[in-house]
């Protein structure tokens, strides 16, 4: 039988150390691009993906992200009493009413492999969707979430979202080697964490969207600590590979790495150069600065 995709996991229990201080008291996942935070666009590439129940992976102290997906009830009432609808609909969209959100704690930042596993419970028998919120993808039409379960529909199989990178930055990613394919999605023959560039099998990156199996567990809970002194998502992956066919799929659309600052702040002027609020003056301003003479 064929099973939906139907749950994401979004890990946000992470340190968030390239951003400090501004991540001491909040995820990373909660900076904004332009006007709204990481997770919310992750969520919304969910949703559009079909996705209907979103399980956060969090830790303690980082409440920010559990506030902003519940009712803002006072908020709401102050609105509504000022007739500003406009308002009000973009908070009440944050919440759609078919979709659930289940929030679950990982004690220690053991891992992006050991928050994936926090998972379990939730998850079950059943094939999901892991989305890094840090990883945004713009691809002005469904989303790349919405492009790999309708690949999965098709394959029935585990499948990880890749791009092709520097290869001078190879040590920053998980990287895959796949049997050729004319196709845009081909098989996996290896994948490993971090490689330096001279001993990296491609410079084919895994970047924070994947489709997995629920067989992902079994390995998950035998994966000692990798790269980093972490449980890397990666060495399950590459067990995996032992036992089942994995596919990479080099999805439509831009990849920002708001991880980064500079890809954060990338993020920032390209989004804000679609919005419709302000794309005009914001490309005008961008246009004197050019002429100006601070650049
Ligand atoms: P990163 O490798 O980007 O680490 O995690 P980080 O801690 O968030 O950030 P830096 O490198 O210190 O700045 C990749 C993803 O995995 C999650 C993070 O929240 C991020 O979405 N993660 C990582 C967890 O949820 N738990 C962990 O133990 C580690």
């Known amino acids: ?78 609105l509504e009493s000022k007739n500003k609808a406009d308002l009000l609909k973009l908070l009440k969209d944050i919440v759609p009413p078919n979709v659930s959100y289940v929030f679950i704690r990982q ?21 999901f969707a892991v989305i890094l919120a840090d990883d945004m993808v713009e691809d002005g039409e469904r989303g790349c979430m919405a492009q790999m379960v309708e690949l999965y529909e098709q394959k029935q199989t585990s499948i990880l979202g890749v791009e092709r990178i520097n290869p001078a930055d190879t040590a920053s990613y998980g990287i895959v080697k796949t049997a050729a394919s004319s196709e845009k999605s081909a098989r996996i023959e290896v994948i490993v964490e ?9 410079n084919l990156a895994v970047v924070g969207r994947y489709i997995l199996t629920p067989a992902i567990f079994d390995k998950l809970k035998n ?47 390209e989004m804000a150069l679609l919005h419709s609020e302000l794309k005009a003056d914001f490309s005008s301003y961008l246009k004197d600065l050019i002429k100006s003479d601070k650049l």
């Open 1 to 78: 039988m064929t099973k939906k995709i139907t749950k994401a996991v979004f890990p946000v229990a992470g340190l968030g150390t390239r951003f400090l201080p501004a991540t001491k008291a909040i995820a990373k996942e909660m900076l904004p691009v332009v006007d709204k935070p990481l997770i919310q666009y992750a969520v919304e590439e969910a949703v559009a993906a079909g996705i209907d129940t979103m399980v956060f992976i969090t830790s303690r102290s980082k409440n920010a992200i559990t506030d902003h997906f519940d009712k803002a009830y006072e908020l709401e009432k102050e």
């Open 223 to 269: 994966t000692g600590r990798g790269a980093g002194g972490e449980i890397q998502l990666t060495d399950a992956i590459a067990d995996l590979l032992n036992d089942e066919p994995v596919l990479a799929y080099e999805f439509e659309g831009t990849r920002y790495d708001c991880g980064s600052k500079l890809g954060f702040l990338i993020a920032n002027v």
């Open 194 to 202: 971090k490689p330096k560039p001279e001993v990296a099998p491609s």
């Open 107 to 127: 004690a220690e930042a053991l891992g992006l492999g050991h928050a994936v596993y926090c998972a379990r419970p939730v998850i079950g028998d059943e094939p």
